[in-house]
Protein backbone atom coordinates (compact mmCIF):
# COMPACT_ATOMS: atom_id res chain seq x y z
CA UNK A 1 0.00 0.00 0.00
CA UNK A 2 3.38 2.41 0.44
CA UNK A 3 4.17 2.12 -2.94
CA UNK A 4 1.03 3.44 -4.90
CA UNK A 5 1.11 6.41 -2.43
CA UNK A 6 4.72 7.23 -3.22
CA UNK A 7 3.71 6.84 -7.12
CA UNK A 8 1.25 9.01 -6.46
CA UNK A 9 3.36 11.47 -4.78
CA UNK A 10 5.83 11.36 -7.51
CA UNK A 11 3.15 11.70 -9.54
CA UNK A 12 1.98 15.00 -8.52
CA UNK A 13 5.32 16.16 -7.89
CA UNK A 14 6.24 16.25 -11.64
CA UNK A 15 3.09 17.32 -12.65
CA UNK A 16 3.63 20.46 -10.28
CA UNK A 17 7.56 21.22 -11.84
CA UNK A 18 5.55 20.53 -15.35
CA UNK A 19 3.26 22.98 -14.54
CA UNK A 20 6.09 25.65 -12.98
CA UNK A 21 8.19 24.97 -16.30
CA UNK A 22 5.29 26.11 -18.70
CA UNK A 23 4.43 29.23 -16.08
CA UNK A 24 7.90 30.59 -16.90
CA UNK A 25 7.97 29.99 -20.50
CA UNK A 26 4.84 31.64 -20.35
CA UNK A 27 5.99 34.37 -18.44
CA UNK A 28 9.33 34.80 -20.12
CA UNK A 29 7.08 34.82 -23.52
CA UNK A 30 5.17 37.81 -21.95
CA UNK A 31 7.90 39.48 -21.21
CA UNK A 32 9.51 39.43 -24.35
CA UNK A 33 6.62 40.47 -26.40
CA UNK A 34 6.23 43.65 -24.27
CA UNK A 35 9.68 45.08 -24.54
CA UNK A 36 9.80 48.48 -26.39
CA UNK A 37 10.71 47.76 -30.25
CA UNK A 38 12.94 50.85 -29.94
CA UNK A 39 15.36 53.17 -27.46
CA UNK A 40 16.27 56.65 -28.01
CA UNK A 41 16.70 58.56 -31.12
CA UNK A 42 15.49 55.29 -33.06
CA UNK A 43 11.91 56.15 -30.87
CA UNK A 44 12.27 59.36 -32.52
CA UNK A 45 8.81 60.43 -34.66
CA UNK A 46 7.14 56.88 -34.05
CA UNK A 47 4.49 56.07 -32.09
CA UNK A 48 4.71 55.44 -28.95
CA UNK A 49 1.94 52.69 -29.19
CA UNK A 50 3.22 50.79 -32.25
CA UNK A 51 6.64 50.80 -30.58
CA UNK A 52 5.66 49.37 -27.02
CA UNK A 53 7.04 52.85 -25.34
CA UNK A 54 3.69 54.12 -23.75
CA UNK A 55 3.24 50.69 -21.77
CA UNK A 56 5.07 51.70 -18.26
CA UNK A 57 4.58 55.57 -19.79
CA UNK A 58 3.88 58.27 -17.23
CA UNK A 59 2.30 61.55 -17.40
CA UNK A 60 4.89 64.16 -16.54
CA UNK A 61 2.80 67.51 -16.60
CA UNK A 62 -0.16 68.82 -18.62
CA UNK A 63 -2.28 72.11 -19.36
CA UNK A 64 -5.90 72.60 -19.56
CA UNK A 65 -6.28 74.80 -22.61
CA UNK A 66 -8.95 77.80 -21.57
CA UNK A 67 -10.36 80.11 -24.41
CA UNK A 68 -11.48 83.35 -23.92
CA UNK A 69 -12.99 85.60 -26.98
CA UNK A 70 -15.27 88.44 -28.30
CA UNK A 71 -17.42 87.99 -31.21
CA UNK A 72 -19.57 91.38 -31.60
CA UNK A 73 -20.91 92.13 -28.38
CA UNK A 74 -21.01 88.58 -27.40
CA UNK A 75 -18.20 87.00 -25.44
CA UNK A 76 -17.27 83.01 -25.07
CA UNK A 77 -15.58 81.14 -22.68
CA UNK A 78 -14.81 77.45 -22.95
CA UNK A 79 -12.05 74.32 -22.17
CA UNK A 80 -11.08 72.95 -25.74
CA UNK A 81 -8.88 70.27 -23.55
CA UNK A 82 -5.77 69.07 -21.92
CA UNK A 83 -2.72 68.79 -22.94
CA UNK A 84 -0.12 66.60 -21.42
CA UNK A 85 4.18 65.36 -21.89
CA UNK A 86 4.52 61.71 -21.38
CA UNK A 87 8.03 60.39 -20.45
CA UNK A 88 8.89 56.10 -21.14
CA UNK A 89 12.01 55.36 -19.24
CA UNK A 90 12.10 52.22 -21.15
CA UNK A 91 12.58 54.23 -24.70
CA UNK A 92 13.82 58.11 -23.09
CA UNK A 93 11.72 59.43 -25.33
CA UNK A 94 8.53 62.20 -24.45
CA UNK A 95 5.23 62.57 -26.63
CA UNK A 96 2.64 65.13 -26.37
CA UNK A 97 -0.82 64.18 -25.93
CA UNK A 98 -3.88 65.96 -26.43
CA UNK A 99 -7.30 64.91 -24.76
CA UNK A 100 -10.30 66.97 -26.48
CA UNK A 101 -13.42 67.87 -24.75
CA UNK A 102 -16.62 68.81 -25.31
CA UNK A 103 -17.11 72.52 -26.31
CA UNK A 104 -19.98 74.96 -26.56
CA UNK A 105 -17.91 75.94 -30.08
CA UNK A 106 -17.54 73.25 -32.52
CA UNK A 107 -16.37 75.07 -35.34
CA UNK A 108 -12.76 75.99 -34.52
CA UNK A 109 -9.59 75.66 -36.52
CA UNK A 110 -6.81 72.97 -34.59
CA UNK A 111 -3.17 73.12 -35.91
CA UNK A 112 -0.17 69.94 -35.23
CA UNK A 113 0.38 68.34 -31.74
CA UNK A 114 4.08 69.10 -31.36
CA UNK A 115 6.65 67.13 -28.64
CA UNK A 116 9.66 69.84 -28.68
CA UNK A 117 12.73 69.41 -27.12
CA UNK A 118 14.74 72.94 -25.76
CA UNK A 119 17.54 72.48 -28.37
CA UNK A 120 14.63 73.45 -31.26
CA UNK A 121 14.25 69.96 -32.47
CA UNK A 122 10.78 68.75 -32.35
CA UNK A 123 8.19 66.50 -34.20
CA UNK A 124 4.69 67.45 -36.04
CA UNK A 125 1.80 65.01 -35.84
CA UNK A 126 -0.87 66.63 -38.07
CA UNK A 127 -4.58 65.25 -38.38
CA UNK A 128 -8.13 65.88 -37.67
CA UNK A 129 -8.82 67.41 -34.21
CA UNK A 130 -12.26 68.03 -34.30
CA UNK A 131 -13.56 65.15 -32.92
CA UNK A 132 -14.40 65.87 -29.15
CA UNK A 133 -13.56 62.78 -26.14
CA UNK A 134 -10.86 61.80 -28.01
CA UNK A 135 -7.54 61.07 -26.77
CA UNK A 136 -4.94 61.65 -29.68
CA UNK A 137 -0.76 60.10 -28.89
CA UNK A 138 1.55 61.95 -30.87
CA UNK A 139 5.04 60.81 -31.96
CA UNK A 140 7.79 60.49 -29.68
CA UNK A 141 11.57 62.90 -29.31
CA UNK A 142 14.11 61.65 -28.02
CA UNK A 143 15.22 63.16 -25.01
CA UNK A 144 17.69 61.93 -22.44
CA UNK A 145 19.78 65.37 -22.16
CA UNK A 146 17.70 68.02 -23.21
CA UNK A 147 14.55 69.23 -21.78
CA UNK A 148 11.31 68.08 -23.52
CA UNK A 149 7.88 70.14 -23.66
CA UNK A 150 4.14 69.71 -25.84
CA UNK A 151 2.75 72.28 -27.89
CA UNK A 152 -0.84 72.51 -29.19
CA UNK A 153 -2.65 75.83 -31.07
CA UNK A 154 -5.89 76.56 -32.10
CA UNK A 155 -7.39 80.10 -33.50
CA UNK A 156 -7.65 80.98 -29.52
CA UNK A 157 -3.96 80.68 -29.15
CA UNK A 158 -1.40 77.96 -28.19
CA UNK A 159 -1.18 76.05 -24.98
CA UNK A 160 2.59 74.78 -24.03
CA UNK A 161 2.93 72.39 -21.23
CA UNK A 162 6.48 73.03 -18.91
CA UNK A 163 9.76 71.83 -19.84
CA UNK A 164 10.64 68.35 -18.32
CA UNK A 165 14.27 66.94 -18.01
CA UNK A 166 14.08 63.07 -17.25
Known amino acids: MGIPVRRHIKTVTGLGALAGSIVAVMMSAASA ?3 P ?3 GDYCSGRSPISTGCKAGA ?4 WSRFTYYYVFGVSHKTGYLGYLSLWWSQACGTHWAQWIATNSDDPSYDIGPLQ ?3 QNGYHVTWSRDFSSRNIRYIGQMVYSRTNCAYAVFGTQFGTVRTACILN
Open 37 to 39: SCY
Open 33 to 35: TAA
Open 115 to 117: TWQ
Open 58 to 61: REET
